[in-house]
């Protein structure tokens, strides 16, 4: 059974880079079946999708966050990363991994991480 | 990119009722799309794919239909554990992916 778990800071200073890793059990992110990605909610608010990731290295990124973001893969750790910089307070929210199917279109989101809350303050 | 709205923003019914949610596309996604629950602090579970498919270990009282621009998600009998708040999720034409606003069922 696929699981996944992120890992990372919880206070990020605003300007700074965020730096979250999904822990993949269940599985492997070296998979040509699986999109590996990230999404995000604000406190109180709804789901961004932020990106996905294909073992490959090919990339997908929300057109919104693309000059700020990269997502990577380790397959030597079972685990993908996310980093964006220039963060800012409208940053803050709790951020999820999840996994969707390679397939073009099949790509809903099961199953997710349980979220990391990051907020961004001085 | 394809935005998806959810209505209403808050639905009140009492346990037993049937909830009706509804989620429009921006412009047509075909059957490409998805429904989520997620409950306080926790993360969104899947319920339904392509528009219809129950996702596995999802009881039989939800439902999914619609195509194109107009779903609905039905939730026949509410329970107690029902009251949470749904998203729909776009599929068919990504980056980006993008989700609706979400609908709260709250308790009546």
């Given at each position: 059974q696929l699981q996944?778990?992120?890992?990372?800071?919880?206070?990020?200073?605003?300007?700074?880079?965020?730096?979250l890793t999904c822990t993949v059990s269940g599985g492997s992110v070296g998979s040509s079946s699986r999109f590996w990605g990230w999404i995000r909610q604000p406190p109180g608010k709804g789901l961004e999708w932020i990106g996905n990731m294909y073992y490959s290295g090919n990339t997908y990124y929300n057109p919104s966050?693309?000059?700020?973001?990269?997502i990577s893969v380790d397959t030597s750790k079972n685990q993908f990363s996310l980093k964006l910089n220039s963060l800012t307070a409208a940053d803050t929210a709790v951020y999820y991994c999840a996994s969707s199917?390679?397939?073009?279109?099949?790509?809903?989101?099961?199953?997710?991480?349980?979220?990391?809350?990051?907020?961004?303050?001085? | 990119e394809t935005v998806m709205t959810q209505s209403p923003a808050t639905l009140s019914v009492s346990p037993g009722e049937r909830a009706t949610l509804?989620?429009?596309?921006?412009?047509?996604?075909s059957n490409?799309?998805?429904?989520?629950?997620?409950?306080?602090?926790?993360?969104?579970?899947?319920?339904?794919?392509?528009?219809?498919?129950?996702?596995?270990?999802i009881p039989a009282r939800f439902s999914g239909s619609g195509s194109g621009t107009e779903f609905t998600l039905t939730i026949s009998s509410l329970q107690s554990e029902d009251f949470a708040v749904y998203y729909c999720q776009q599929y068919n034409d990504w980056p980006?992916?993008?989700?609706g606003g979400g609908t709260k069922v709250e308790i009546k």
């Open positions: 996944l778990q992120e890992s990372g800071p919880g206070l990020v200073k605003p300007s700074e880079t965020l730096s966050l693309t000059s700020r973001l990269t199917s390679s397939s073009w279109y099949l790509n809903w989101f099961d199953p997710w991480g349980q979220g990391i809350l990051v907020t961004v303050s001085s | 509804s989620c429009r596309a921006s412009q047509s996604v490409n799309l998805a429904w989520y629950q997620q409950t306080p602090g926790q993360a969104p579970r899947l319920l339904i794919y392509g528009a219809s498919t129950r996702a596995a270990g980006p992916l993008t989700f």
